[in-house]
């Protein structure tokens, strides 16, 4: 008999989106003249970058030739790119990260679902609340939690962020193994300060944990004070594995093209206490199940890193902050205490009411559509996520809008 790996029926249905989704659509349905402004997903809206267009288009034009034609590339991506990455990622920060500590993958949200593959079930896993949900749910599916306990997993540590932390959560009170956090935060926009990063890497150090650091939103980061990368952290190499994308940078959500930095010094421990190479794990474990992204997907990458590639990305990521300076400033002036929306495209505020509710009169209302926080977690209830992601002219007038239906 063939049987099911039951911790799938552990999973609580994702119903975030597709709930949105079906109150939007219900919405549309009951009032067809009026226009709704989405600015609930986190999606890109705008066209890739100029540069990286030509580059595809070149690398597209090079496969029809026999000449230049390429079959399945390296394992871990191409030289090309990985070394681009390392010298203006991380190098020009000063942080010590070589092209060989590099995988190239077709999405952030893959690697940061199968990396827990590496680790042994039995660790104890620290989870921030509210949370990107994959973090959580590719464990459940993995069996390293128990079953689903009024809004949580049992077996889980979960690390509360709150107005009154900033939604920077505190360190553990008892002793974990992997620690998820992620910064510039989804959905709280929240940033991290390099003082308060320090104090998650020193725990990892001592405690011989392993930081799993989901940068995503690393482009948004305006102020230099902040860190792009954990690794601008002294010893956060030997402690931290860091997740990247092409995705919200240059507009790559449709395209994919993403990565993964598993440092060489990076180790973790079999049962008798020997250090393992977390890199030999991950290359093995890509190399078997990943066969790479294809060869004009990461050439369209490498061009970000061009000169005009490094400005119209720098532009791309402008609009969106205009979006999200325009939110915050608006939601601010309504009496919202804004966290986000600077260094970030997410503008979190507590809505002074059960968050659907919120949700609900804002789409009735105004036509607007946000995204309940409560969706993220139990620490999400009650708060509102707006996303900075659409075309100004939208985000002024749905501001317009709820400006006047708030303030009737
Ligand atoms: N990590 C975070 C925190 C995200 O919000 C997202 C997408 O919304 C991802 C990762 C996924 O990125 P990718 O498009 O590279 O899979």
Known sequence: MIKINENFLKLQASYLFAEIKNRTAAFQEAHPDSEVIKLGIGDVTRPLP????????????EMADAKT????????????????????????????????????SDGAKCDNGNIQEIFSKDIKIAIPDPVYPVYVDTNVMAGRTGAH???????????????????????????????????????????????ALKEWVDY??????????DAAYESFIRNDELPKSIYEIEGARDVAIEFRSFSKTAG???????????????????????????????YRRQSTKFNGVSYPVQRAAEAVYSEEGKIQTRELIDY????????????????????????????WFDGGSDSWKFF???????GVVCTPGAGFGKCG???????AFNDYENVEKALARIKKQLNS
């Open 320 to 347: 969106y902050l205009k979006n999200a300076a325009l939110i915050r400033q608006e939601m601010s002036a309504l009496g919202f205490e804004c966290i986000g929306g600077e260094n970030s495209p997410y503008i």
């Open 204 to 213: 990892a150090r001592e405690n011989k944990a392993l930081i799993l650091y």
């Open 360 to 366: 609900d009169r804002l789409l009735e209302k105004a």
């Open 50 to 61: 100029r540069a990286c267009i030509q580059a595809f288009h070149k690398a597209v034009d």
């Open 252 to 282: 790559f959500t449709g395209i994919r093209c993403a990565f993964t930095v598993v440092p060489k010094s990076c180790i973790a421990y079999t049962g008798d206490g020997e250090g393992q190479a977390l890199h030999a794990l991950w």
């Open 381 to 387: 209830e009650g708060f509102i996520r707006i996303s």
């Open 149 to 195: 306990n009024q809004g949580r997993y049992d077996g889980l540590v979960y690390l509360e962020g709150s107005r009154e932390n900033g939604f920077i959560p505190d360190l553990p009170q008892e002793k974990v193994d992997l620690i998820y956090l992620c910064y510039p935060n989804n959905p709280t926009g929240a940033t991290i300060s390099k003082s």
């Open 69 to 104: 034609f390429r079959g399945y590339g390296p394992e871990q991506g191409y030289p090309f790119l990985r070394e681009k990455i390392a010298r203006h990622d991380f190098q020009a920060r000063g942080a010590d990260i070589s092209p060989d500590e590099i995988f190239i």
